[in-house]
């Protein structure tokens, strides 16, 4: 194997730590925001069911990343455009982690293949609306589940839970369902985020989509042991306080969506969704001005909408220098 294309492995497996950091931790931060498990405990499950949920079910939407969005053939005619989707997914995902923000790394990764699919006149347009569909009514529809639980049947809940068990009885009950919601969401988060990092490498046919995804399930679990910490303490901690109830129902809203994307094979945020469910709590319980001043709402919302469209415009022009200046050329001494 070239010392290029190991370069291009090492890149694509640092990438999937820092998803494994960002968009995994995330999927467990309700459940530490709750006081329900602490950090370690958290990034422990983490780890092994995003390993399990690239496992089994992380095939197809790596399959969407590798080949759907731009032909297979348009990045793996030049490994060119592998590095550049790389080096721009782990420049966010890596500012992310430093500022301890819930980066939508699924966005940062497509766009940058949707820009040099521009480039290249390549663009499967009717793959990528119906992944912008998905970006655009999956949080929203995370967001108003959980607002109107919140905000309908929050008491009811309690009021009934409280009326027909003892208290210890209670906490067993909700205990039970916030291990489940919680390892259900990064079995999830597992299935889907894999495709981020080993995606423009099955392009290359150095990998197949089912081992791929296998690969970027470990590297993903690494990650979040080793990075996802500082994201846990952001979203768990810093919106809004998250009772056992409120969490175990944004795990589950998440969980459902971003389950039934991966086996439509489309590439999903999970940190957007579950964050969307978060601030819908907070405009239910704090209200809605209040949650729009929130710094780190207001920071979080820069990243998702501030990401993509630079990250399209950055790929686009850095592709467009890389092959009209022939750069190619100096790349192929380590091919």
Excluded at 149 to 174: D, G, M, Q, T
Excluded at 299 to 312: A, E, L, M, R, S
Aim: charged fraction near 10%; proline fraction near 2%.
């Amino acid at each position: 194997m070239s010392v290029l294309l190991v370069v291009t492995l090492v890149l694509s497996g640092f990438l999937a730590l820092n998803i494994g950091a960002n968009n995994s931790a995330a999927s467990m931060a309700t459940s530490y925001g709750a006081g329900v498990r602490s950090k370690r405990q958290a990034v422990w499950l983490i780890a092994i069911f995003a390993l399990l949920g690239a496992l089994t079910a992380g095939a197809p939407v790596v399959e969407t990343v590798g080949k759907g969005i731009v032909p297979a053939e348009t990045l793996s005619s030049d490994i060119g455009f592998i590095f550049i989707i790389l080096l721009l997914g782990i420049g966010f995902i890596a500012w992310a982690n430093v500022v301890r923000t819930p980066i939508a790394t699924t966005h940062a990764i497509v766009c940058a293949i949707v820009g040099i699919g521009l480039y290249t006149q390549t663009l499967n347009s009717d793959s990528f609306i119906r992944v912008l569909k998905w970006w655009i009514l999956a949080p929203i529809v995370a967001w108003l589940i959980n607002f109107a639980v919140a905000k309908f049947f929050y008491f009811k809940i309690v009021h009934y839970l409280a009326s027909n068990f003892s208290e210890k009885r209670v906490n067993v009950i909700l205990t039970v369902l916030i291990t489940i919601s919680g390892t259900f969401i990064a079995f999830s988060g597992g299935a889907n985020n894999s495709a981020n990092a080993i995606g423009p490498i099955v392009s290359l046919g150095l990998i197949d989509s089912y081992p791929g995804a296998i690969l970027a399930g470990v590297a993903m679990g690494v990650g979040a042991i080793l990075l996802g910490g500082r994201v846990l303490e952001t979203l768990g901690k810093k919106i809004t306080e998250i009772c056992i109830i409120r969490a175990i129902s944004v795990e589950f809203t998440a969980a459902v969506i971003i389950l039934l994307a991966s086996l439509y094979g489309i590439p999903v945020s999970i940190a957007e969704i579950v964050t969307a469910g978060v601030v819908g709590f907070s405009c239910a319980q704090h209200g809605f001005a209040r949650t729009s001043k929130n710094s780190h709402v207001v920071k979080i919302g820069f990243f998702w909408f501030v990401v993509p469209v630079v990250t399209v415009g950055v790929s686009y022009y850095v592709s467009l220098i890389y092959i009209k200046y022939g750069l190619s050329s100096y790349l192929s001494f380590l091919g």
